[in-house]
Nanobody, 119 residues
Framework: QVQLVESGGGLVQPGGTLRLSCAVS????????MYWYRQAPGKQRELAAS???????YYVDSVKGRFTISRDNTKNTVYLQMTSLKPEDTAVYYC?????????????WGQGTQVTVSS
């Protein structure tokens, strides 16, 4: 059974910094793409950032220059460093990973962690 566990969310003032972590455990053969999605109140879930197994990065325009996604393959962990946070970054942040197990390649999701940017 594959499980993704996130940590690092919380309340931060505008301009502040947070670092999210997401570690995967279980009977894993390989991990391919890693993602951070977010869903703000009343809005659809959007892809905020992603990183491929080769290290290719993607950022949604609204976070470019402020967020940094990275991965540690030795720890099966993906990170999201968020700086210069704005109130509009308030959302539930979900990590996801494309993981190969004995059942093939599937996308697995974390439970979500709340990020609130407010003074």
């Amino acid at each position: 059974q594959v499980q993704l566990v996130e940590s690092g969310g919380g309340l931060v003032q505008p301009g502040g910094t947070l670092r999210l972590s997401c570690a995967v455990s279980g009977s894993i053969f390989s991990i391919y793409n890693m993602y951070w999605y977010r869903q703000a109140p009343g809005k659809q879930r959007e892809l905020a950032a992603s990183i491929t197994i080769a290290g290719t990065l993607y950022y949604v325009d609204s976070v470019k220059g402020r967020f940094t996604i990275s991965r540690d393959n030795t720890k099966n962990t993906v990170y999201l460093q968020m700086t210069s946070l704005k109130p509009e970054d308030t959302a539930v942040y979900y990590c996801a990973m494309d993981v190969r197990t004995s059942s093939g390649v599937n996308k697995y999701w974390g439970q979500g962690t709340q990020v609130t940017v407010s003074s």
